[in-house]
């Protein structure tokens, strides 16, 4: 079983930047994709951005694109969100998820492994 550890949350004023990680141990990972999801108080998990772990593909939610950069480090099986502009509608946990199947991207339910995540909060 792969094992997923997210790091580098933290607070952060709006305009500033965080660069998220996750860190996939145990079993070699042999999944086809990662993606990043956020979850917020009383609100649904949502798909913040995803990478096809052959071939780097990279999709992104709309409310992010051209804010943040989703990256993945095949060698050591790691991938990382680099998060610029941060507004307060970021905060949320942030969880790291990975896909064996080939359910859509951004549906939570298609990730078969997840990460314990880590929160962000950005004060206005």
């Known amino acids: 079983q792969v094992q997923l550890v997210e790091s580098g949350g933290g607070l952060v004023q709006a305009g500033g930047s965080l660069r998220l990680s996750c860190a996939a141990s145990?079993?070699?990972?042999?999944?086809?994709?990662m993606a990043w999801f956020r979850q917020a108080p009383g609100k649904e998990r949502e798909f913040v951005a995803g990478?096809?772990?052959?071939?780097?593909?990279?999709y992104y939610a709309d409310s992010v694109k051209g804010r943040f950069t989703i990256s993945r480090d095949n060698a050591n099986n790691a991938m990382y969100l680099q998060m610029s502009s941060l507004k307060p509608e970021d905060t949320a946990a942030y969880y790291c998820?990975?896909?064996?199947?080939?359910?859509?991207?951004?549906?939570?339910?298609?990730?078969?492994?997840w990460g314990q995540g880590t929160q962000v909060t950005v004060s206005s």
């Open positions: 145990g079993r070699t990972f042999t999944g086809n994709a």
């Open positions: 998820g990975a896909r064996m199947g080939l359910q859509a991207m951004t549906n939570p339910r298609a990730y078969d492994v």
């Open positions: 990478i096809w772990w052959s071939g780097g593909i990279v």
